[in-house]
C-alpha cells in the first residue's frame, strides 16, 4: 500500500529575508497545490516545542508535506508548481525530498535543470 503513495517534503533553502512574508507565501503554495490531485498537503514539522511551550510541534518555516499517488503526471505538476512558486516569489531554492533523495529548485530554467527534474520524476513515480 505504501508502495503506492509518494511523501514529498518540500522546505525553503537558503536564507530568507523575511521570515513572515515566507511562511505566509508557502501557506499560498499549500493552498495552490492542494488544488492539485494530491492526497494532502500540511506542514512539516521541524521537532518539539521547548519545555513550556504550548504547540506540541514546531513547524519547519514554510516547510510542506505532500501525499500524492505514485504518478509521474501528479508528480511533474506539483514540481512544476513549486518551480513556479520559486521564480515568482524570489524564495531563492527549494529542497524536495523523497525517500531521502534531494532535489533542490531554484528560479533558472536551463536544459539542464529540466533534464534533472525529470530523471528525479522519473525515480519516484510509476514505470
Not at 30 to 54: F, N, R
Not at 90 to 116: F, I
Request: glycine letters at 10%; aromatic letters at 2%.
Amino acid at each position: 500500500m505504501w508502495a503506492d503513495v509518494i511523501h514529498l517534503q518540500v522546505v525553503p533553502a537558503g536564507d530568507a529575508p523575511d521570515d513572515e512574508a515566507l511562511a505566509e507565501s508557502a501557506l499560498a503554495l499549500g493552498h495552490e497545490l492542494a488544488e492539485l490531485d494530491v492526497d494532502e498537503v500540511s506542514p512539516v514539522a521541524a521537532g518539539e516545542a521547548p519545555a513550556g511551550a504550548k504547540g506540541v510541534e514546531l513547524l519547519a518555516l514554510g516547510g510542506l508535506l505532500i501525499k500524492l499517488g505514485r504518478s509521474s503526471r501528479v508528480l511533474r505538476q506539483v514540481v512544476d508548481a513549486i518551480r513556479d512558486w520559486v521564480g515568482r516569489t524570489g524564495a531563492g531554492s527549494v529542497k524536495m525530498t523523497v525517500d531521502g533523495d534531494v532535489l533542490e529548485l531554484t528560479g533558472a530554467s536551463s536544459a539542464d535543470v529540466k533534464q534533472l527534474i525529470d530523471a528525479w520524476i522519473q525515480r519516484h513515480s510509476e514505470q
